[in-house]
Structures are given as C-alpha cells and as structure tokens.
C-alpha cells in the first residue's frame, strides 16, 4: 500500500488464498445470504417481519460427487483435452451412471476467488487445470481464468485427466 493510506490497484491484486471471508446474496421470493469467514458457509435468509437475516443453513456442504455440470458449449473449440474428455464424461458416462445436468455461468478472476473460497469450505475444490484457484495471482482487474468448481470427487476426476495429458 502506498504511505498516503491511498487505495491502489495493487492493494487488490493479491492471491485468493489470502482472503478472510466470502459471500453472496441472491434476491428472489425470499432473499438469502450465503456466508463464509473461514470456517465452514452458513446461509442466512431475510426474515422480512424483523428485518435480519436467520441462519436458515448451518454448515452447508457439497456432495462428494455432483449431477450437475457448467461449461460454455460456445467456448468447445478452444477447450483442451482434458476438458474435452471431462465434459463427454459428463455427457456419455461409460460406467452405467445417468448423464449430468448442464447449467452454464461465465466469471472473471474476482468473482472465481470468492466462489472458490466458498467451494472450499463447503468440502468442494477449485481448479484451473494447473493449480488450486486460489492460488492464483492475478495480475489486472478483469483477468479471466478457466475454473472447476465442484464436487470433490468430481474435480479429482478433472485434475486425473490432466495429469495424464501431462505424461503424454
């Protein structure tokens, strides 16, 4: 930080792994806040009648694997192979399992920190298919970064797919 308690670019530019919380709202029927400080996500809904939010989700977890998918079809001919491989897998199991639900959503490097962080503490992982997420570093505000957000078992499965493009 510079020495006139001034803000900078710089400030922010920092790694994901050095945040201390992460939360989202989402605005509906009902209004629900999803929250964590490092140990554990809870979530929250607006009581409108007292005007505060409850804790309606206590320690909200990912299941180990997931029936659910995101990618950016438009994007499949600049994917490489393991996430070529990964997205048929999801599309064609081999192993007698039903096929994954597809949903999509694009994101930038600050929203992939704050997802990742919440990923993480609900036992989920965050891969880029290099390295953990929040790993990263960034280097501008509107960097972009693949991601995996998902289910333990799930990214396991991804970060095995690039290992073994990496030995070939």
Not at 15 to 41: D, F, I, Q, R
Not at 53 to 82: C, M, R
Not at 121 to 133: D, I, L, S
Request: proline share 7%; net charge negative; with cysteine.
């Amino acid at each position: 930080m510079n020495h006139n308690n001034e803000p900078t670019t710089e400030d922010v530019l920092k790694p994901g792994n050095e945040m201390v919380a992460a939360g989202y709202c989402m605005y509906g029927s009902s209004c629900m806040l999803v929250l964590s400080s490092g140990t554990g996500v809870h979530g929250f809904t607006l009581d409108p009648s007292l005007g505060e939010f409850i804790l309606t989700h206590p320690d909200i977890k990912i299941p180990t694997k997931g029936n659910i998918y995101s990618v950016n079809e438009g994007n499949a001919q600049n994917w490489d192979g393991p996430t070529t491989k990964y997205v048929e897998r999801c599309k064609y199991p081999k192993d007698g399992s039903p096929a994954k639900s597809l949903r999509y959503v694009g994101s930038v490097l600050y929203e992939v920190f704050p997802m990742a962080f919440l990923m993480e503490q609900a036992g989920g992982q965050a891969f880029t298919g290099k390295k953990r997420a929040l790993d990263l570093v960034p280097e501008k505000i509107h960097e972009r970064s693949p991601i995996f957000l998902g289910s333990y078992d799930d990214v396991e499965e991804i970060k095995a797919l690039y290992a073994t493009e990496e030995k070939n």
